[in-house]
């Protein structure tokens, strides 16, 4: 091995395998040739250690429990950026200056409306469905209509244009599947209002009453938004990466991700946090129980908001959130009985070796949902809240991997079925 190359002896051959290194000294090797002149494949399910692009949107360390976006500490971020500059940052690059950050403010407003024809949408789903499938079905509709951007090789205009569209229309696309969900009418969006208070009063706003922001409800949810706003190559982005490698939409693309994010080991995790935390109240508090229920190989149930793929020291998002749960609900004066079970169960995995020894920690998903329920909002809406926030870290992944010509994704395999073998005809089958 030297120091731009790696050794790979197959048999007696060796193949010099180029070593990459990113701008915060990591290393990978690069096997993109290596098919082609060993006939092997690597193979890794999951893609516990395999890199499917480089990227210069976030950068993690999880040994060290740090998350950066384009160099910017998470920390800082969350305490000292609004949501719009964040989402700024992710998709151009750069913070933006007032002007620049003025000017795409006004675009976003200017979208805010969707086509009055998507509330025909919702007459078509059941009563009770869950709002994750209709985010997706309702964000993937907006192809429709909007054929334009069906278009595979958008300028750089029409391209910043569908991000702005969709950046605009999804808090709308939020609050009304909220408002569906109670039976309520829409409140309709007030361009007046900056991005996060607009998203509140289509929520909780009455069309038969004003509604007046909290400020400690809105610096929450902003500061809520900016915390799940990238996260690198993670399920959902990975999928969404994927299904636009092969030129589908934006829309279609980030439906997808949403798909991805639902699932109970990804975003649907917060949802599951808080139906844990009930069930452990409902069963009296015991909280050892659960404990040695997620320790039991015979046992399906896991301890949800526990463990990350990446992160095996803290993850700086949920010691953020941590805090801030402690905050909201002392500014809005609530006592919830499920905060002390989280911090019960906290300390308990903490001090337990199963949980020591697999590095498994809280992760962003086991206080948001404390916080999410202190702000008014149901549990079934917990998921389409974390989508709401990582839509700019999609779209800057989308245009990352568009921009750069990226290929159309396509993993190998090894396959473990049956060899060739003749047809055998109906008859003769026994
Ligand atoms: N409760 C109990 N045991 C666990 C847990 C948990 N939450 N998470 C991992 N383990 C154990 C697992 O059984 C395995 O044990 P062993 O080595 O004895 O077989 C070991 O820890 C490694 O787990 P893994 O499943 O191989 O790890 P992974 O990287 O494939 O999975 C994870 C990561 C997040 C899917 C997993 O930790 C998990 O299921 N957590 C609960 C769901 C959750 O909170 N998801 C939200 C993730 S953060 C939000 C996001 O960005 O998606």
């Known amino acids: 091995?030297?120091?731009?190359?790696?050794?790979?002896?197959?048999?007696?051959?060796?193949?010099?395998?180029?070593?990459?290194?990113?701008?915060?000294?990591?290393?990978?090797?690069?096997?993109?040739?290596?098919?082609?002149?060993?006939?092997?494949?690597?193979?890794?399910?999951?893609?516990?250690?395999?890199?499917?692009?480089?990227?210069?949107?976030?950068?993690?360390?999880?040994?060290?429990?740090?998350?950066?976006?384009?160099?910017?500490?998470?920390?800082?971020?969350?305490?000292?950026?609004?949501?719009?500059?964040?989402?700024?940052?992710?998709?151009?690059?750069?913070?933006?200056?007032?002007?620049?950050?003025?000017?795409?403010?006004h675009d976003i407003r200017m979208h805010t409306l969707v086509n009055t024809d998507m509330e025909n949408i919702f007459h078509s789903f059941p009563t009770g469905s869950h709002p994750m499938g209709q985010l997706m079905c309702l964000v993937s509709s907006l192809s429709a209509f909007y054929p334009g951007s069906l278009n595979t090789h958008p300028t750089p205009e029409r391209q910043l244009k569908t991000i702005t569209r969709l950046l605009a229309k999804m808090p709308t696309i939020c609050a009304m599947i909220y408002k569906k969900k109670w039976g309520h009418p829409l409140v309709y969006p007030n361009n007046s209002l900056d991005y996060v208070s607009n998203f509140l009063n289509m929520t909780f706003g009455q069309v038969t009453m004003n509604y007046e922001t909290d400020p400690v409800v809105a610096d929450a949810m902003n500061k809520l938004l900016i915390l799940h706003a990238d996260h690198e190559q993670n399920c959902s982005a990975s999928t969404v990466r994927l299904v636009g490698s092969s030129h589908a939409n934006l829309y279609s693309s980030i439906a997808a991700g949403i798909a991805a994010l639902w699932g109970p080991l990804h975003g649907g995790a917060n949802q599951q946090v808080i139906e844990m935390l009930e069930k452990i109240k409902a069963d009296g508090g015991n909280v050892q129980k659960f404990i040695d229920k997620a320790k039991d190989k015979n046992d399906t149930f896991r301890l949800m908001g526990f463990g990350h793929r990446v992160y095996k020291n803290f993850d700086p998002r949920a010691r953020i959130i941590k805090k801030s749960c402690d905050e909201v609900l002392a500014k809005l004066g609530i006592h919830d009985p499920i905060l002390d079970i989280a911090k019960e169960l906290e300390e308990a995995a903490l001090n337990d070796p199963y949980f020591a020894e697999r590095k498994l920690y809280p992760n962003v998903d086991f206080y948001s949902g404390i916080i999410y329920r202190a702000l008014g909002f149901p549990t079934e809406m917990f998921t389409v809240l974390f989508a709401?926030?990582?839509?700019?870290?999609?779209?800057?992944?989308?245009?990352?991997?568009?921009?750069?010509?990226?290929?159309i994704g396509r993993p190998r395999q090894i396959y473990t079925g049956e060899p060739a073998r003749d047809f055998i005809p109906m008859k003769m089958r026994s």
């Open 388 to 407: 709401l926030g990582r839509l700019p870290g999609w779209m800057a992944q989308w245009k990352e991997m568009r921009t750069e010509g990226q290929p």
């Open 1 to 105: 091995m030297s120091e731009n190359n790696a050794i790979l002896k197959i048999g007696e051959e060796e193949l010099s395998i180029p070593i990459i290194t990113g701008s915060e000294n990591e290393h990978a090797l690069d096997i993109s040739k290596l098919r082609g002149s060993t006939g092997y494949v690597t193979l890794d399910v999951g893609f516990k250690n395999t890199g499917s692009t480089k990227s210069a949107i976030t950068y993690l360390d999880g040994e060290q429990g740090i998350l950066r976006h384009r160099g910017y500490s998470i920390e800082d971020l969350a305490s000292k950026a609004s949501y719009l500059e964040v989402t700024y940052l992710l998709i151009n690059g750069k913070l933006p200056n007032q002007a620049e950050l003025d000017t795409f403010d």
